[in-house]
């Protein structure tokens, strides 16, 4: 508590900022993640966690502890490069792999497939946790 | 003055961190597939590991970062043999 008093309020704004920017846009792609209805979506919503929200924070927390040392602190850029350079490969790999899963059930889950029956309920936006074969399917 | 201003955003992202990380143990928990299960798993790892950078600059010290990259590094690790499994049925070929 003695070190964030020593802050000069023009530091402690744009670090208050940051801070409340990147929990808010964290809090924003978990609600993403609980909310939305297909697994394609629900693919989408983490990148704003490991976007701008991981970018605020480290930003933030090297701005706090370049001023609390008295000097360069951008070790935490080290965790920014890498969640930047991780996030896409882990979320293409898994993408990749539930389209194969889903092709290798029948595909009634998977954003625009061609359908082989033209019924008109099984639309593009309908989860995989409301399809016919919920249950069987559960691994 | 601005130990108030910090003090609050720092208690306000501490406990919208947590909130998410309840969030995703819900679709953890949910499911209703094993992708969504990995998908909410790695989002956790994220806002765990963010959760761990905001309480280390609340508490002034800087151990709280090497918990944060062993966890940012074993999440990627974690996400990766996962979904190669889930797409090939091994980890390892």
């Not at chain 1, 978990?30 to 697994?39: K, P, Y």
């Not at chain 1, 080290?78 to 790999?93: D, K, Q, S």
């Not at chain 2, 909130?19 to 299960?37: F, K, N, S, T, Y």
């Not at chain 2, 950078?53 to 508490?59: A, H, S, Y």
């Amino acid at each position: 508590m003695t070190a964030l008093a020593d802050v000069p309020l023009a530091l402690a704004i744009p670090i208050a900022a940051l801070v409340v920017l990147g929990s808010t846009l964290t809090l924003i792609g978990a609600t993403g993640v609980l909310r939305l209805q297909s697994f394609y979506d629900r693919l989408h919503a983490p990148t704003l966690a490991t976007s701008w929200g991981t970018g605020a924070i480290i930003i933030a927390s090297a701005l706090l502890f370049t001023f609390i040392d008295g000097r360069a602190v951008v070790h935490e850029f080290v965790i920014g490069a890498f969640i930047v350079l991780t996030t896409p490969v882990t979320l293409m790999m898994l993408g990749r792999a539930a389209l194969e899963r889903d092709r290798a059930e029948g595909g009634k889950a998977m954003p625009e497939m061609p359908e082989p029956d033209p019924s008109p309920d099984h639309g593009p936006d309908r989860g995989p946790d409301r399809g016919p074969n919920h249950g069987r399917s559960e691994t | 003055m601005s130990a108030t201003i910090l003090i609050i955003a720092l208690a306000y992202a501490q406990v919208a961190l947590a909130l998410a990380g309840v969030l995703l143990g819900l679709r953890i928990l949910w499911g209703p597939r094993a992708q969504d299960r990995v998908l909410a798993l790695d989002a956790l790892y994220v806002a765990i590991m963010l959760l761990l950078l905001v309480t280390g600059m609340r508490l002034g010290t800087a151990f709280f970062f090497e918990a944060a990259t062993v966890i940012a590094i074993m999440g990627f690790v974690t996400s990766v043999a996962l979904a190669k499994f889930l797409s090939r049925g091994e980890v390892i070929e």
